[in-house]
């Protein structure tokens, strides 16, 4: 006869068992490295449960001049795939795997999107003492046609590390493309509401190449494609008479940049603030851009909000 005692006494041990099983699982996941956290999330939502993710540039931190620690070295060293943006825009993350030694597979997941390369004649993309002219914007991530890329890349790299994941890897692809598709009705809806003669923004780096060319507005920055050098007084000083001059509405803070430059830009030319922009990283956990999704949402209301003339 089993007692209510017995019955009590057996259930933690029946409780261990499936905790047991979990942590066996938990070892059994493929190790996976992302470089930053906007694709550590699109790596996250398509390898799901069978992989173990490590970001190495977390929330709020800037990719372009991150200095990997020994800890990172570890992690390259033990991934099975190492998922980088690609486009130079990691400088440091080819030194970073030759000398971890790692045996993992390397994907770039911007492999294959259709790139833009920096205008010679872009006024606003020559900063006296240097040039951008030639480059390729690495910021491939801001368009959800490019999303759509980075999706069948981390996909294929995760079946070529993982075969036996393929189906798994798949419908969880298969979703979240889906999940794109809703995405991007709804910033094209949202964005439409912007009148032409406004469709001017002022950011500090040249990050929203991208999202300007799909959804048809135009960035501009005192600062180039990365954040390494800072902007010159020159740069800063055109800029100011530029927003002046067209009447650009709003100057965009980054999450990732200092903000003083967007603010003295805002504060001498007469425009106003328009809001935080997440650029090259995703908010933390609690803020409104947790989530690639999020992200690319919050943007896209936050520009329409400050560029649409109130009723
Ligand atoms: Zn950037």
Do not use: C
């Amino acid at each position: 006869m089993i007692t209510r005692r017995h019955v009590l006494a057996l259930a933690p041990l029946a409780l261990s068992i499936p905790a047991l099983s979990r942590l066996a699982r938990a070892q059994d996941r493929l190790p996976v490295v992302a470089s930053f956290s906007i694709l550590g999330d699109l790596v996250a939502n398509i390898g799901g449960e069978r992989i173990a993710l490590s970001t190495l540039v977390g929330p709020n931190g800037d990719a372009h001049v991150y200095s990997p620690s020994p800890s990172d070295a570890r992690k390259v060293k033990e991934a099975r795939l190492i998922v980088t943006n690609g486009l130079k825009f990691e400088g440091w993350i080819a030194r970073l795997i030759r000398s971890s030694a790692t045996n993992g597979a390397v994907v770039e997941a911007a492999r294959g999107v259709k790139t833009i390369v920096v205008d010679e004649n872009s006024p606003a993309h020559d900063h006296g003492d240097h040039s951008h002219a030639g480059e390729t914007d690495p910021h491939a991530w801001q368009s959800v046609v490019n999303a759509r890329v980075y999706i069948a890349n981390i996909r294929a790299g995760l079946i070529a590390a993982d075969p036996a994941g393929n189906d798994s890897y798949e419908a969880n692809a298969s979703a979240y493309l889906a999940k794109l598709d809703a995405l991007e009705q709804e910033i094209m809806a949202l964005l439409a509401k912007i009148p032409a003669e406004r469709r001017r923004i002022i950011t500090s780096h040249d990050a929203f190449g991208y999202f300007g060319d799909a959804y048809g507005l135009a960035f501009i920055a005192p600062q180039g494609i990365s954040t390494e050098a800072q902007a010159s007084a020159r740069d800063v000083g055109r800029i100011i008479q530029q927003v002046r001059k067209d009447r650009i509405a709003a100057v965009f803070l980054e999450n990732i940049s200092d903000a003083r430059l967007a603010r003295r830009i805002a504060e001498e030319s007469g425009a106003k603030i328009g809001g935080t922009l997440y650029s090259d990283a995703l908010s933390d956990a609690s803020g409104p851009a947790a989530t690639y999704l999020d992200m690319m949402r919050h943007n896209a209301r936050t520009i329409t909000e400050a560029l649409t003339p109130r009723p």
